[in-house]
């Protein structure tokens, strides 16, 4: 019998991939929804540096990412997702390994992404990752609480992981 965790298939996102994503991530918090359009969108336009995990026609898990327009070597992290019938499986790191496997990030040699103080899942998942890449992390306040979300909302702290090495290394 095969485990639950290799039986989970990854893979490009696809455009009717959108409102499943938009599902999925309203049932992740403290996750922020975005808008279904927006889902859509990093399904199809972001697909090279996003990965969609399904398992029996279930999509369990869905991370977004895309390449900064300026810094062509940092691939940006932009949420991670992963339902709760997938979560112990160790999902959310291979999901990551996968996108940065891909020829689109070829160049990539820093990983970035914010996470707010108190989200613990979230530091364990990046600093684990740092670690399997043999990486530094770091981190700084990029969006304040005070000064972005007028307080509506915990910082976000911007994390760095780099150098990382290239992605033929980590097929």
């Known amino acids: 019998m095969q485990n639950k965790a290799t039986s989970v298939q990854l893979r490009l996102p696809q455009s009717q991939d959108g409102a499943r994503v938009h599902s999925l991530v309203a049932n992740c918090p403290p996750l922020d ?8 969108l990093q399904a199809t336009h972001f697909s ?3 990965v969609a995990a399904e398992r029996d026609g279930e999509l369990v898990g869905f991370i977004s990412g895309y390449i900064l327009p ?4 940092t691939l940006f992290i932009w949420q991670v997702a992963v339902a709760e019938s ?4 160790g999902l959310a790191g291979r999901m990551l390994r996968e996108i940065l496997s891909r020829t689109a990030c070829a160049s990539v040699t820093h990983l970035e992404t914010t996470i707010t103080p108190d989200n613990a899942a979230s530091w364990a998942l990046f600093r684990s990752l740092a670690a399997k890449l043999q990486a ?12 972005h979300f007028n307080g509506a909302h915990d910082s976000e702290l911007l994390v760095r992981i780099g150098p990382i090495a290239p992605a033929e290394s980590m097929r």
């Open 48 to 50: 090279q540096t996003s």
């Open 70 to 73: 300026d810094r062509s070597d």
């Open 136 to 147: 530094s992390l770091c981190d700084s306040v990029m969006f304040d609480r005070d000064r």
């Open 33 to 40: 929804t975005n808008s279904l359009y927006c889902n859509l």
């Open 86 to 89: 997938g979560r112990g499986e």
